[in-house]
């Protein structure tokens, strides 16, 4: 399917549905083994066991969902994991396929901005790309996005905190840089903190030779919920930060303004996803 002229037709199932009656299999920000290794550092630096209850949310046709399942380090067990997305069309096709191999996976049409699961019912949360969709009409000052595009990022996040458990976690993958993200991770009414790790998509071998090239650096947020106050925003100023280790937790060696790790943003080679170096550009 042609990428569309829109930006904003990113937004529409209709052409999701579409693009899924013919594209067989893509995957946003690289392969989950490209950032498998992160997720496992962080569950297991906050003490926390694989997950009883994963939910994936916008899946597509992407693999990660079950790659998810599969990872003994984040999830008890494939029964453990519902995959979702809001096509149709991706969900039975894959629903279908996994049937004739006799996975134990579970699929279900799902809009994550109205989560159909109940409060405090979901230990973890996985998206990756899904949120940045959200976005494809912020506008063109990325620090201040379009109120409407604010509302719809907040939703979709008041619906996530509102499904994990008490302290559950969210792990969004995208191409977001921090400074951008984190203020609406922080907003007021949520209780998680926000940390974030990046990653490229080179791959190597065992002896360490680089078998692919990965020159654009994404990065995994990992928001743990009932770690602060709701009643105010976080991170937002100097004020708020305090001082010690608890200040710097959420704050990763090496960053730039706003928590963002310094980037050329001139790189020569960027990854072929379409709509995520749309965000902000004409419709």
């Known amino acids: 399917m042609e990428i569309p002229d829109k930006t904003s037709d990113y937004l529409s199932p209709e052409y999701w549905n579409e693009r899924f009656k013919t594209e067989e299999r893509k995957e946003w920000l690289g392969e989950y083994k490209h950032f498998a290794s992160l997720i496992h550092r962080e569950l297991g630096s906050s003490e926390a ?49 996994e049937e004739e191999e006799t996975t134990a996976n579970s699929w279900a049409i799902c809009d994550m901005l109205r989560l159909p699961f109940r409060e405090n019912s979901v230990d973890l949360i996985i998206e990756k790309g899904a949120h940045d969709v959200l976005e494809v009409d912020a506008g063109k000052d990325p620090w201040n996005p379009n109120p409407e595009t604010r509302v719809r990022v907040l939703r979709w996040l008041s619906e996530a905190h509102r499904v994990l458990t008490e302290d559950g976690m969210l792990i969004s993958v995208s191409f977001q840089q921090p400074h951008f993200r984190k203020p609406l991770f922080d907003a007021v009414g949520y209780t998680w903190r926000v940390k974030h790790s990046p990653y490229t998509t080179e791959t190597t071998n065992e002896e360490g030779e680089v078998q692919q090239q990965g020159f654009w650096e994404y990065f995994v947020y990992f928001a743990k919920k009932g770690q602060r106050d709701a009643s105010r925003a976080y991170q937002q100023s100097s004020s708020d930060r305090g001082s010690g280790a608890d200040a710097d937790a959420d704050d990763n060696e090496g960053e730039g303004r706003g928590g963002c790790k310094k980037l050329d943003l001139e790189h020569e080679y960027m990854d072929e996803e379409d709509y995520l170096f749309r965000i902000g550009g004409d419709d």
């Open 49 to 97: 066991a694989a997950a009883t209850t994963c939910l994936v949310v916008g899946n597509g046709n992407s693999l990660m969902g079950q790659s998810v399942a599969k990872d003994r380090n984040t999830v008890l067990s494939p029964e453990s994991t519902i995959i979702t997305d809001i096509a149709p069309v991706c969900v039975y096709k894959s629903r279908e396929k």
